[in-house]
Every structure is written in C-alpha cells, then in structure tokens.
C-alpha cells in the first residue's frame, strides 16, 4: 500500500494568512470592517477597486465607517493610509481608530444582544414566539443529524472559534500605538495645496512602499482603460498581510469642488496598479450637480448616507427608534466584484444604527408592538415605503 507524506523544504517561509478572499471574478477582497456592510457590498471591497462613500452633511458617521475599515486593517497587520482632506485636524490613528473588542464567551454575547434596546427585544419576543409555533407543527419531522467533527488539523477547538472574517470592534475604546507597531501605516493632509496632486504624491509613495513587502503588482493599464467604468484586472492574491493596502481618503472635495472628480480618476489609477482598496468620503451637499454626477461615475461603488427624516410619525413605526441614526442607500457595485449577485436596480435603504459600542447596518424593519390602525399610521408606513434620497 502506498503512502504520501508531505513536507516542508528546509529555510522555505512560513504561509501567513493575508486576510483576502477571492471574490467572483478572481479579484481579492477584503473586508471592510464591519459585517453587516460586508453583506451589502458582496463579501467586502475588492482589491484594484475605489469606493465612494457620500456623506450625510450632518453627522460623523462616515468618519465611522473609515475607522473601521482602516481599524480592520490595522488588526489583520495590513499596510493603512489615510488621507485627511476635511478642514477639520487630522486625527492621530492610536486615537482614532477603534480597538477590537475584548474576546466573548456564547453566553455574554448572548446577554449583549438582549440588552441592545426594549425595541429590539420585544421585537425578538414576537420573533420568537412564532418560532416556537413552527417548531410545534415540525415536532414530527426527521431529526437532525449531529454535527460533524473537526477535521485533522483543524484550529477549531471546543474553546476556540476561527476568527471571523471582520473583526468586531469597540467603537468605546481607542486602538493605541502597539497594534500600530505591526502594520504600515501614514496620514496625510490635503488639504493644503492642489488636490490632485496632494493625493498622488502620498499614495504613490504609499503604494510603492507595499510593492517592495512583495506585492504583486497588476497589468499596466491604458489611460483609457483606467477611466472605464470596469473592474480592473484581477491582481495575482497577496501573500502577506503587509502587502495588501488601504488608502482611505476622508473630505474629498470639502476644500476644493471643482477637481474632486479628477482626484478620484487619479488615485483609481493608482490603486489598480496594487494589491489595494480605497474608501472615499466627499460631502454631496458642497458639491455642484455636475461634480457630484462625475465624482459617483469615477468610483467603481457608490453608497450614500441620508439624515432621518423628521417626521414623528414616520420614526414611531421603526422599532427601537431612538438607536436610528442615518440611513444608508446602495447606489452602484463594482463589476463582478461581489461575491454573491446583488440587485440594486430598486436601490433599497438600509437603516444605521449606533448601538453603544458599534454600528448595525439592516434593512428597515417596522416595530412589532406598531399599530397600524392607530391615527396617522397609515402616513408613517407610506412615508416608509416612499423613502428617498
């Protein structure tokens, strides 16, 4: 009987995970931190690509989103830059960013969830109250079969889980200097100068500094190529965290409106020459109409942030109200770039919510204990069902 046995040239290095998945067309993806907007882009950002994040004019939570995308990176020992271009100071990344939240057993994660509002509750009272009338008129039906074991060699144990694919984060706690240690990092202003320019000269530099951590770099583009609104070609899979890149870009155009576009074609150039993803935030409201259209067609995803609408009888009828903050809409995905197929041709809103220590991003859901006979019901779930930007 023949046997095989695999083994390890002497001096050969030591695979590391570089925290990237293959998405549907071949292109790397990377999580952007938060789980719940990992579902709506697909399985997270890909490599090669530039996301364009609207901002509401009238809330932080785009910064927010930014944390936890270079935070995400900072805890997978990738390479993080972030280009500040809002009249406001440039933060310091060890306080500003979030740290990972303290590991839990099922027992207190389940306790969390049940104290996350009186809303939430009840409605996961009545969840689970038709549960249990399913599971009554099921009692008859195949048992299930036991869970299979862990294979050989498997790190998942009894008291160990694989570590998820975004890493849960404590929007209450800083990140401080030592994860920093681990990881590339920069920050940049630019607000200073000529906007084009005050993004090119950094990342470049930034972008070069991970190609010699041994990222593999893409097929040179035309300048054609590098405007069409196309998913690039896919990058060879980085084989190190440090080789995979973040470049974060916050206030795009707050300072100068007039080239915010021509910023964003140019650092969309040089993103897709690397093993590297970019989240840009740009205030719509400062923007002319034109600049505006120009800014969403250089992006290869677009999703906008929308203030709650005023209307009291409107936010009665969404259950736990009072963790609302914003709403959030899927206006474009790249190409091929996500990981399951998603249909944005109805661009449904999302609600955002600020649950203590971090953010929820679901559909809008109605609160069960809502009476929809009750005087003015009938306008909130209209004025509901109309939302728009």
């Known amino acids: 009987m023949s046997s095989f046995t695999s083994f390890k040239r002497a001096g050969a290095p030591v695979a590391v995970d570089p925290r990237t998945r293959p998405g549907a067309q071949g292109q790397p993806v990377i999580s952007s931190g938060l789980a719940d907007l990992d579902a709506l882009l697909g399985g997270g950002l890909a490599l090669g690509s530039v996301t364009l994040l609207l901002e509401d004019g009238c809330s932080k939570l785009h910064e927010t989103l930014v944390q936890y995308f270079l935070a995400e990176g900072a805890a997978s020992s990738q390479s993080i830059c972030l280009a500040w271009a809002d009249w406001a100071d440039v933060p310091a990344l060890a306080n500003w960013l979030p740290a990972p939240s303290a590991p839990k057993n099922d027992a207190s994660e389940n306790a969390d969830k049940e104290q996350e509002g009186d ?79 005050q993004l090119r000269g950094p990342c470049h530099e930034f972008l070069q500094q991970i190609a010699e951590q041994g990222a593999p770099t893409a097929t040179a583009r035309t300048p054609l190529e590098a405007i069409r609104p196309v998913m690039p070609r896919a990058p060879m899979p980085p084989r190190r965290p440090g080789a ?65 609408p005023s209307d009291a009888a409107l936010l009665s009828a969404i259950a736990d109200a009072p963790t609302a903050a914003a709403l959030l809409q899927v206006r474009r995905l790249p190409l091929g770039a996500s990981l399951l197929p998603i249909d944005t041709q109805d661009r449904p809103l999302y609600l955002v919510r600020h649950l203590r220590s971090r953010l929820s991003i679901k559909p809008i859901d109605i609160d069960p204990t809502f009476d929809p006979e009750a005087p003015k019901s009938s306008t909130a779930i209209d004025g509901l069902a109309n939302l728009s930007f």
């Open 119 to 197: 809303g939430l509750r009840i409605a996961w009272q009545y969840r689970r109250y038709i549960n249990r009338k399913e599971s009554d008129a099921e009692a008859d039906g195949p048992r299930r079969l036991p869970a299979e074991p862990a294979p050989a060699g498997s790190s998942r144990t009894a008291s160990s889980r694989p570590r998820a694919w975004a890493t849960p984060l404590d929007l209450r706690k800083f990140l401080g200097e030592q994860p920093l240690q681990g990881c590339t990092h920069r920050v940049v202003s630019t607000h200073d100068a000529s906007l084009e320019e």
């Open 244 to 308: 995979v890149g973040r470049i974060a870009v916050v206030g795009l155009g707050a300072s100068d409106t007039t080239s915010a576009a021509r910023a964003l074609m140019t650092l969309r150039g040089l993103v897709r020459e690397r093993s590297a993803a970019a989240l840009v935030t740009a205030p719509a409201a400062l923007l002319p109409a034109r600049e505006r259209a120009r800014l969403e067609a250089a992006a290869d995803a677009v999703l906008a942030l929308s203030p709650l």
